[in-house]
């Protein structure tokens, strides 16, 4: 039995909620680095147990002993603590009906590493994480001369559907929680107003800022949206940000999971953190490293509960199997379930706790 989905969510995302097949039983800081989103990657053997990478132990990657006739699953994975969280809930899963092949990767990965990683194995389906493992896998793909390379599933990837129009055989769940989810969220957690939202975001993110508008309405909260020049400079965001807050008199703030909006740390201290000296307005972020009580920056974040997303790519990956591999006949999920990390000192000192706010909290940082 698969994962309930989220019903008027899942029905507003690409496409509409799969059938549910009976034949499955249960499925089971300061450091600046963003991920997951931003992570880099490298890699180690993909046999039955593999070596320990940037200081992970072997265990976090040791893969089933594999079972003769049982066709392979490949998982290209970083080596760090949220890719391992869904990497478990996945393998716990496809392990009963598929061989698991692990490939750590890291910075030092190379295409030709991955590509002999899939040769020497032949999976019925890759699954990749993260934007480096990715962009390795479409090399091995563009080396192939046209040859048919095996179907892909991409999870803890920004803006998924981006990747999919580059990507031909490929379906994938998204990582960013739809908006509404976050707004609804941080007004069970604080008394100042949600009503009017602001974002910042770059040219080709319209059609995904309109849905967000949409799905917001439902909980009679406006979307406020500002584009930005696509090689924004710090300035020109941080006057972006100010200017919803005092023109467009927001009342919270929405940062997008873009890599072109949280470059780095110094980008993020010229621009957002700047430009919250002046707004003084709780700001929703997609990324935990990004709450931080020590240096305030986030309010609330609310990402995909990572082991569960395992489980839902395993859900995925059946679907698929049983539909001949065709990924591309497959909508890109949104994350079924999710959890709220908050700054609960910020909110509490400068927009109100509610009374019952820790009830909506997964982890408190103060």
Known sequence: MKLPVLSMINRMSN???????????????????L????????????????EGVEGVPASAFADPLPRSGAATILIATPTFGDFIDVRRGLVTEVQKNFNVSTVPVTKETTAAQLGAAIDRTSPACVVLMNNLTVNLFKKYVEGLGGKP??????????????VRATLPRSTGIAYEVPGVTAFRNLRAII???????????????????????ELAATEQIELDAVEVPKEVT?????????GLAEKNKVD????????????DGRFLDESWREALKTAKLPLIVGLPNLIDPTSPLGTIAVVPDHETLG????????????DAWRVEDHAIELPLSVKTIADVKQARERFGLQP?????VDRAAE
């Open 15 to 33: 496409g509409q909620p799969r059938q549910t097949s009976q034949r499955r039983g249960p499925p089971a800081r300061a450091t600046w680095l």
């Open 35 to 50: 991920a997951p989103l931003l992570l880099l990657g490298s890699c180690a053997t993909t046999s039955g147990g593999t």
């Open 149 to 162: 390379a095996p179907p892909a599933v991409v999870v803890m990837v920004s803006f998924v559907e981006k």
């Open 191 to 213: 008394t100042t107003p949600v009503r009017k939202v602001g974002v910042v975001y770059r040219p080709g993110f319209k059609e995904y800022i309109d849905k967000q508008r």
């Open 234 to 242: 710090a300035t020109e965001l941080k006057a972006a940000i100010v």
């Open 252 to 263: 919270v703030l929405w940062m997008l999971n873009d890599n072109g909006l949280i470059r």
């Open 311 to 322: 489980l839902q790519t395993a859900n995925l990956i059946f679907d698929v199997a049983d």
């Open 356 to 360: 019952d706010a820790l009830r909506h």
